[in-house]
């Protein structure tokens, strides 16, 4: 880290487009953008470890206990720091504790062969469900 790889213009000819050929490395990577001379944006790039956690988040806090109502839960998993590793492809198992049921399960793998019905389930594409 604190590497630079150097700035370049971009105008319409360019589309507002700049790109570097950057070998991989372990760690962070950072983009600043600037207007001028002031800078107006920052985005970085966090590479993952090892996946040893999993982070669950629904689409919503409440569902109504009338046997129609639905909450799609997102599973992620992520490295010691939590950083979502898209890597990883751990065989994760569901279970509901309570009167809830498990309609289904998936990844994002377009070609997966998985059942929708299982319990279990592998990320596939990227680590995403």
């Excluded at 880290?1 to 490395?25: I, N």
């Excluded at 800078?39 to 409440?62: M, T």
């Excluded at 590793?85 to 289904?104: C, R």
């Amino acid at each position: 880290m604190g590497k630079s790889l150097g700035k370049k213009e971009t105008d319409r000819t360019t589309k507002y487009f700049a790109d570097w050929k950057v070998p991989y490395e372990p760690g962070t990577i950072r983009a600043i953008g600037y207007a001028g001379k002031k800078q107006v944006a920052v985005a970085e790039l966090h590479s993952a470890g090892k996946a040893s956690q999993i982070k669950l988040s629904a689409d919503r806090n409440r569902i109504v206990a009338n046997g129609q109502d639905l909450s799609y839960i997102t599973v992620e998993l992520a490295d010691n720091s939590g950083v979502r590793n898209p890597k990883a492809d751990n065989q994760v198992s569901f279970e509901v504790d309570g009167p809830g049921t498990i309609e289904g399960v998936g990844n994002a793998n377009p070609v997966s062969l998985e059942s929708f019905i299982a319990r279990s389930v592998k990320p596939g594409m990227e680590g995403a469900w």
